[in-house]
């Protein structure tokens, strides 16, 4: 079995340079067609059916918002869990459908719960012959003994030590394991991860202004050779922190800062009752899609910032670090995982 070795790594990155539009202001980055902020959803698969889930997007479709979505491939293991797959011929025809509209379809690993390599692999092969493409990202799911350098596998040096003080203080178990990347595992996938994703979702931080908390993203960590590239992203995983993380004042703010959010939540969690959606969330996607914003899948806001870095993606380890530390903060105060 080939596996991937590092090439020759790139200088460390630098934070963005992005010019002031005026004198008084703070930089800010020039989006194209002269929007003044960047927002894009990327939604966690868990429990998502055609019926609690195809609201929230043909609502996002109307008013011009195009963000990502995430999918399994292949069945659920689990036959209490309700949800669709790409074995499923509603669902499969509805995520064909869903990419035609121009939203980014991307993975949550390959089902429900754990796959060996012959299944990620198929997993994998089965995407590409229904989409036409690879998954350009991916996002770990606990449950999965695939993760990609997931739990303390995330972090470096003293940080990582804190968090697994944090973990065992709080008595927080881990329910899943970390060998996606291990290559004597029977759930080594790491070299098809770095063949196949180009996006792999790391830390999620509070504040709407995700580039404001990592203005280095995407980068790669080549301590953890088969990411190709890190993000982060905003917290929203359910309807009431969704809404709350897009209230108008932090609409107004984002687009006063000139910044960029990816905002990480799960459509299936309550944003849909007996088939409407919530009116408070067609309210505020209905004021977000006034402004001037970049409205455009995960993958291709990211792709933009990999430009503007100039394909300088090593970032700075004292940079990560205190970057490792101010999430890990956040998330003693709310439960670290």
């Known amino acids: ?21 005026r004198s008084d202001a703070s930089p800010r980055i020039a989006w194209p067609d002269g929007k003044e902020f960047a927002f894009t959803i990327v939604d966690d698969t868990d429990l998502a059916t055609v019926d609690n889930v195809k609201p929230v997007y043909d ?18 293991q689990k036959p209490e869990w309700n949800y669709g797959s790409l074995e499923d011929d509603d669902y499969r025809a509805w995520i064909v459908a869903l990419q035609e509209q121009g939203f980014e379809i991307a993975i949550h690993g390959t089902s429900d719960g754990p796959s060996r390599r012959a299944e990620i692999q198929r997993g994998l ?48 178990s881990q329910t899943s394991s970390n060998l996606g990347h291990v290559t004597n595992s029977e759930y080594f996938w790491g070299d098809l991860c770095h063949e196949h994703i180009d996006y792999v979702r790391n830390l999620t931080f509070q504040d ?37 993380q897009i209230s108008p004042a932090n609409q107004d703010r984002l687009r006063a800062e000139g910044g960029a959010c990816i905002l990480y939540t799960h459509f299936a969690f309550g944003f849909v009752q007996n088939g409407v959606v919530l009116p408070l969330f067609r309210d505020l996607i209905q004021r977000l899609s006034s402004l001037p914003g970049w409205f455009v899948p995960a993958s291709e806001l990211l792709d933009l910032l990999r430009e503007r870095h100039g394909d300088r993606t090593e970032r700075d380890p004292l940079a990560l670090q205190l970057m490792e530390l101010k999430w890990l903060m956040e998330k003693w105060r709310g439960g670290t995982k």
């Not at 596996?3 to 002031?20: C, D, E, G, N, V």
């Not at 301590?223 to 890190?230: A, E, L, N, T």
Request: charged share 20%; proline share 9%.
């Open 208 to 244: 709407i202004n995700t580039l404001a908390q990592d203005p280095f993203m995407p980068y790669h960590d080549p301590s953890r050779p088969y990411v190709k590239h890190w993000y982060s992203a905003t917290e929203g995983s359910t309807a009431a922190r969704f809404c709350k």
């Open 1 to 21: 079995m080939q596996h991937f070795m590092s090439s020759p790594q790139p200088a460390p990155l630098k934070p963005l340079i992005i010019q002031p539009t």
């Open 125 to 172: 092969d089965y995407f590409r012959s229904i989409l036409g493409r690879d998954p350009r990202m991916h996002v770990n799911h606990v449950g999965q003994e695939e993760l990609v350098y997931w739990y303390d596998w995330r972090f470096h040096g003293i940080t990582r030590t804190l968090y697994k003080l944090a973990n065992k203080f709080k008595r927080r």
């Open 59 to 76: 609502l996002l479709a109307e008013y011009g918002l195009r963000t990502t979505k995430t999918v399994w491939p292949l069945k659920a």
